[in-house]
Protein backbone atom coordinates (compact mmCIF):
# COMPACT_ATOMS: atom_id res chain seq x y z
CA UNK A 1 0.00 0.00 0.00
CA UNK A 2 2.97 2.02 0.71
CA UNK A 3 3.54 2.34 -3.07
CA UNK A 4 0.04 4.24 -3.70
CA UNK A 5 0.85 6.50 -1.01
CA UNK A 6 3.44 7.53 -3.31
CA UNK A 7 2.27 7.66 -6.79
CA UNK A 8 0.23 10.94 -6.83
CA UNK A 9 3.43 12.72 -5.59
CA UNK A 10 5.75 11.44 -7.99
CA UNK A 11 3.22 12.33 -10.69
CA UNK A 12 2.67 15.38 -9.92
CA UNK A 13 6.65 15.70 -9.59
CA UNK A 14 6.85 14.49 -12.99
CA UNK A 15 3.95 17.41 -14.37
CA UNK A 16 6.02 19.59 -12.03
CA UNK A 17 9.52 19.02 -14.10
CA UNK A 18 7.46 18.54 -17.47
CA UNK A 19 6.19 22.27 -17.38
CA UNK A 20 10.04 23.54 -16.06
CA UNK A 21 11.81 21.53 -19.34
CA UNK A 22 8.81 23.04 -21.26
CA UNK A 23 9.66 26.61 -19.55
CA UNK A 24 13.62 25.81 -19.98
CA UNK A 25 13.02 25.11 -23.54
CA UNK A 26 10.98 26.86 -25.30
CA UNK A 27 11.75 30.37 -23.89
CA UNK A 28 15.10 29.92 -25.92
CA UNK A 29 13.15 30.76 -28.81
CA UNK A 30 12.92 33.97 -27.75
CA UNK A 31 16.32 34.94 -27.96
CA UNK A 32 17.06 38.56 -29.53
CA UNK A 33 19.60 36.89 -32.01
CA UNK A 34 17.27 33.77 -33.14
CA UNK A 35 13.73 35.83 -33.51
CA UNK A 36 13.06 36.13 -37.28
CA UNK A 37 14.56 32.13 -37.32
CA UNK A 38 12.06 31.28 -34.51
CA UNK A 39 9.26 32.99 -36.07
CA UNK A 40 9.32 30.81 -39.66
CA UNK A 41 10.53 27.04 -37.49
CA UNK A 42 7.54 28.08 -34.59
CA UNK A 43 4.42 26.95 -35.74
CA UNK A 44 5.24 23.68 -36.88
CA UNK A 45 7.68 22.81 -34.18
CA UNK A 46 5.05 23.54 -31.29
CA UNK A 47 2.36 22.74 -33.47
CA UNK A 48 4.03 18.58 -33.15
CA UNK A 49 5.34 19.21 -29.29
CA UNK A 50 2.09 20.44 -28.07
CA UNK A 51 0.31 17.31 -29.99
CA UNK A 52 2.85 15.20 -28.37
CA UNK A 53 3.10 17.04 -24.80
CA UNK A 54 -0.52 17.20 -24.33
CA UNK A 55 -0.39 13.25 -24.15
CA UNK A 56 2.24 13.82 -21.57
CA UNK A 57 0.49 16.38 -19.50
CA UNK A 58 -2.70 14.32 -19.37
CA UNK A 59 -1.32 11.13 -18.51
CA UNK A 60 0.37 12.89 -15.35
CA UNK A 61 -2.72 14.66 -14.43
CA UNK A 62 -4.34 11.34 -14.73
CA UNK A 63 -2.33 9.44 -13.16
CA UNK A 64 -2.28 11.92 -9.97
CA UNK A 65 -5.67 12.39 -10.21
CA UNK A 66 -6.88 8.99 -9.80
CA UNK A 67 -4.31 7.36 -7.86
CA UNK A 68 -5.15 10.20 -5.17
CA UNK A 69 -8.59 9.25 -5.27
CA UNK A 70 -8.08 5.67 -5.20
CA UNK A 71 -5.57 6.33 -1.85
CA UNK A 72 -8.46 8.77 -0.52
CA UNK A 73 -11.25 5.50 -0.92
CA UNK A 74 -9.22 2.50 0.09
CA UNK A 75 -7.16 4.07 3.37
CA UNK A 76 -9.75 7.06 4.56
CA UNK A 77 -9.52 5.80 7.87
CA UNK A 78 -5.97 5.87 8.14
CA UNK A 79 -5.51 9.24 5.92
CA UNK A 80 -7.93 10.55 8.53
CA UNK A 81 -6.42 9.53 11.58
CA UNK A 82 -3.00 10.45 10.55
CA UNK A 83 -3.93 13.90 8.99
CA UNK A 84 -3.21 13.35 5.39
CA UNK A 85 -6.50 12.94 3.83
CA UNK A 86 -7.38 16.88 3.73
CA UNK A 87 -3.64 17.05 1.91
CA UNK A 88 -4.81 14.33 -1.11
CA UNK A 89 -7.99 16.42 -1.20
CA UNK A 90 -5.91 19.62 -1.85
CA UNK A 91 -2.86 17.59 -4.05
CA UNK A 92 -5.83 16.19 -6.09
CA UNK A 93 -8.29 19.78 -6.45
CA UNK A 94 -4.62 21.81 -7.21
CA UNK A 95 -3.69 18.93 -9.76
CA UNK A 96 -7.25 19.13 -11.25
CA UNK A 97 -7.25 22.84 -11.74
CA UNK A 98 -4.54 22.79 -14.08
CA UNK A 99 -7.32 22.44 -16.73
CA UNK A 100 -9.44 25.50 -15.87
CA UNK A 101 -5.94 27.02 -17.78
CA UNK A 102 -7.00 25.84 -20.56
CA UNK A 103 -9.36 28.56 -22.06
CA UNK A 104 -6.13 31.02 -21.50
CA UNK A 105 -3.83 28.72 -23.47
CA UNK A 106 -5.74 27.77 -26.47
CA UNK A 107 -5.90 31.10 -27.83
CA UNK A 108 -1.71 31.47 -27.56
CA UNK A 109 -1.74 27.87 -28.75
CA UNK A 110 -3.58 29.16 -31.84
CA UNK A 111 -1.77 32.59 -32.49
CA UNK A 112 1.56 30.39 -32.00
CA UNK A 113 0.84 27.80 -34.63
CA UNK A 114 -1.07 29.61 -37.04
CA UNK A 115 0.91 32.73 -36.53
CA UNK A 116 -2.74 34.65 -37.55
CA UNK A 117 -2.82 38.26 -37.15
CA UNK A 118 0.31 38.03 -35.01
CA UNK A 119 4.15 36.64 -35.18
CA UNK A 120 4.07 33.26 -33.24
CA UNK A 121 6.36 34.46 -30.85
CA UNK A 122 3.79 37.08 -29.51
CA UNK A 123 1.60 33.92 -29.02
CA UNK A 124 4.87 32.34 -27.29
CA UNK A 125 5.32 34.65 -24.99
CA UNK A 126 1.38 35.01 -24.10
CA UNK A 127 1.40 31.04 -23.76
CA UNK A 128 4.58 31.45 -21.46
CA UNK A 129 2.92 33.88 -19.22
CA UNK A 130 -0.03 31.29 -18.43
CA UNK A 131 2.39 28.45 -18.39
CA UNK A 132 4.49 29.92 -15.55
CA UNK A 133 1.27 31.11 -13.62
CA UNK A 134 -0.34 27.43 -13.89
CA UNK A 135 3.33 26.26 -13.13
CA UNK A 136 3.43 27.99 -9.96
CA UNK A 137 0.39 27.88 -8.87
CA UNK A 138 -1.72 24.45 -9.83
CA UNK A 139 1.42 22.03 -10.39
CA UNK A 140 3.63 23.17 -7.33
CA UNK A 141 0.54 23.39 -5.23
CA UNK A 142 -0.39 20.11 -5.75
CA UNK A 143 3.13 18.81 -5.56
CA UNK A 144 3.60 20.66 -2.06
CA UNK A 145 0.58 18.99 -1.03
CA UNK A 146 0.89 15.59 -2.38
CA UNK A 147 4.74 15.88 -0.61
CA UNK A 148 3.15 17.12 2.61
CA UNK A 149 0.41 14.44 2.37
CA UNK A 150 3.06 11.24 1.63
CA UNK A 151 4.95 12.57 5.06
CA UNK A 152 1.81 12.39 7.35
CA UNK A 153 1.04 8.96 5.83
CA UNK A 154 4.01 7.28 5.87
CA UNK A 155 5.52 6.69 9.46
CA UNK A 156 9.03 6.13 9.74
Known sequence: MTFLYLVPMVSSICSLLLAHDQWFFLRLFDKPD???????????????????????????????????????????????????WTWYLAGTLSAASHLAFAPFIFPQVRVIVTGVKENPLIGLRGWMRVHIIRSLTSDLAACVCFVVAVAYTIEP
Open 34 to 84: IQSLSNRILPSYFDTLFQRGAILVLAFLLTTISSSLAVMWSAEALLRNRGS
